[in-house]
Structures are given as C-alpha cells and as structure tokens.
C-alpha cells in the first residue's frame, strides 16, 4: 500500500486506474486513512500512523470555502485550470461525509 502511494504537499494518495486522484471515503485516501490509524493503534506502530494522517491531511487539504463560510470537498481533486468549476460533493463516498468520518473517528 505505502508503495503505491504518491506524496503531494497536501499528504499522500493514491491515483485511480484512469490516472485522476480521487477525493473521499470509498475511493479517495480518506477510507485509506482510517484503515491506516486503525492499523497503527493496533500494532502500535508510529510510521503507519503517521502515513493514516498524511492520507487524511491529503483529502483535507481540499476543502472548498466561500469567504469564511466552508462548502465542502470536491470528488476529484481538481487540476490548477479546473478550479473554477468544482463542485462541492456532500456524500460518503465522494465528498464532505466521507472525509469527515475518518477525522470524527
């Protein structure tokens, strides 16, 4: 898993089959953050601990605001000539529910 991984100032992810990076729980590095803090807990190990926040800190660090007013996550994380265009999701699989669930947990 931490082989496949790319690093990006935002944290570590994982690119899907058709070259995008996804955002979220059920393809995004999110569900892969979660897996990883569990793991850590339970074989006490800092490094994959430290690699489930960099997952998390990933996905996070795509958060959309308005002014100060927060709208969510996209599903993709967006290139720099698509910014514009981002449309905040709010489900579990792509989106704010899905990022959140690993950061509440």
Do not use: K
Request: hydrophobic fraction near 40%; glycine fraction near 14%.
């Amino acid at each position: 898993l931490m082989d496949s991984c790319q690093h990006s100032r935002e944290g570590i992810y994982w690119v899907d089959s058709s070259g995008t990076v996804p955002i979220g729980y059920a393809f995004g590095s999110s569900g892969i953050s979660l897996f990883l803090l569990y793991l850590s807990q339970a074989i006490e190990d800092e490094q994959v601990f430290e690699a489930g926040r960099a997952a998390l800190n990933h996905d996070l660090g795509y958060a959309m605001h308005n002014g100060g007013e927060f709208l969510g996550f996209p599903a993709l994380a967006p290139e720099d000539d698509e910014l514009g265009g981002v449309v905040a999701r709010c489900y579990w699989d792509y989106g704010s529910a899905g990022i959140l669930t690993p950061l509440v947990r």
